[in-house]
């Protein structure tokens, strides 16, 4: 569960980490040349299909993260055009050479002036009447300039028109998501022994963002969770300058980027002392339902089917009104992404999705509780991506 973007004070001096892990080279992987997640022409075909069952002739992509998913674009402005036999790539000067290096099989175009002008102007859209585009991620604005520059073009919103296709990752995504969940799991054994009474939640959200960035991350993929105490309450706590007391709980929620994929882990850690008898008990609640919707994981079931596993271990323990959001959510190149697990959704969980599985409780002025995992979605089950222990930490 990611946070949005608050307070400070002296902690006591950080523990020697070791010497900074070797920085990678641009473009390079913590695996030694694993193989980067594929590109270019069966998505290409992916997409004609998927505008084709829109009812529609060609495709307009134009959100940042599809786009490096469909060609490996990884640049901030773009336009890709997909028709029945032809991709155009479109963006501006600024990207010109990583475009040529990096954009698989579509043909790229860098033009002065606005896309989609450019578009109309070397007639990339000639004999597409209908052209799908993705709704969740266009503008009025953009709508009403698309169809200024193409007025004989009909333009179809399709909601989710790659979601699915996205989501359903081949092994090398798969592959990149794990060494991304790796380094934060290494990340939070190289943070624990900064934890202590008397540390602000800020400074320990510091040291989160620089041991991911010494260790090779690009990015991180949030801004890290700390929430101590009765903070914890707050799924989406802000770090502050509170610190930290002897027996509370700390929910600790971070993630990174890693060669273009994210990484979401939560843990929950007792700092300074054994927490109170109802602290553990309401854990070890959540500890189980969560080891029960990983169990019960697979392609094929509903978001709400999995969220209700988990769901109904809390509601047994007398603590259902405590557990306020859905049980998790796709990661990838975005760190939220479809599919969403919620009792609130009825979609097909597709295989090769990467999901998290972070059931919580939250009892206001007194503590909040999460443990979350990312697992890949099989046919049979769910391989878990987080290897680390559930176990309530005491440090």
Request: negative net charge.
């Amino acid at each position: 569960m990611t946070a949005p973007p608050d307070p400070f004070a002296t902690p006591p001096a950080p523990p020697d980490l070791g010497p900074p892990a070797t920085p990678l080279a641009a473009g390079a992987n913590r695996e030694g040349g694993a193989a980067p997640p594929s590109v270019g022409a069966g998505r290409l075909d992916l997409v004609r299909a998927l505008a084709d069952a829109a009812g529609a002739d060609a495709a307009l992509v134009t959100h940042a993260p599809d786009l490096r998913w469909a060609v490996g674009f990884t640049g901030s402005n773009g336009l890709l055009v997909v028709t029945g036999k032809a991709a155009h790539f479109v963006t501006d000067g600024r990207y010109r050479a990583q475009a040529d290096d990096e954009v698989e099989g579509a043909d790229v175009h860098v033009p002065e002036g606005p896309l989609v002008d450019y578009v109309a102007e070397a007639g990339l859209l000639e004999g597409a009447g209908r052209v799908a585009v993705q709704a969740e991620h266009l503008t009025v604005a953009a709508l009403d300039a698309y169809r200024e520059a193409l007025p004989a073009v009909e333009f179809v919103p399709v909601k989710n028109l790659l979601s699915e296709a996205v989501a359903a990752k081949d092994e090398a995504a798969i592959a990149a998501v794990a060494r991304a969940q790796a380094l934060t799991c290494e990340v939070f054994d190289a943070v624990l022994p900064f934890l202590g009474p008397g540390v602000a939640e800020r400074d320990i959200a510091a040291e989160i963002v620089y041991q991911h960035l010494r260790r090779g991350a690009s990015a991180m993929s949030f801004e890290p969770i700390v929430a101590s105490g009765p903070r914890g309450a707050l799924p989406h706590a802000r770090p502050s300058s509170r610190t930290i007391s002897p027996g509370e709980l700390v929910v600790i929620d971070m993630g990174c980027v890693l060669d273009g994929y994210c990484s979401d882990l939560t843990r929950t850690v007792a700092v300074g002392g054994e927490p109170h008898a109802s602290a553990r008990e309401a854990y070890e609640t959540v500890e189980r339902a969560q080891h029960a919707a990983i169990a019960a994981a697979r392609a094929g079931m509903t978001g709400g089917e999995l969220d209700a596993v988990a769901r109904d271990v809390i509601e047994a323990d007398g603590l259902g009104e405590a557990f306020s959001h859905s049980l998790g959510h796709g990661v990838g190149i975005e760190v939220h992404e479809w599919p969403r697990l919620s009792q609130q959704v009825e979609h097909r969980l597709p295989a090769g999705a990467t999901v998290t599985i972070e059931p919580g409780v939250y009892l206001p002025d007194r503590f909040g509780i999460r443990i979350e995992d990312l697992v890949v979605l099989r046919e049979g089950g769910a391989d878990n991506l987080t290897p680390l222990p559930t176990d309530l930490l005491v440090v």
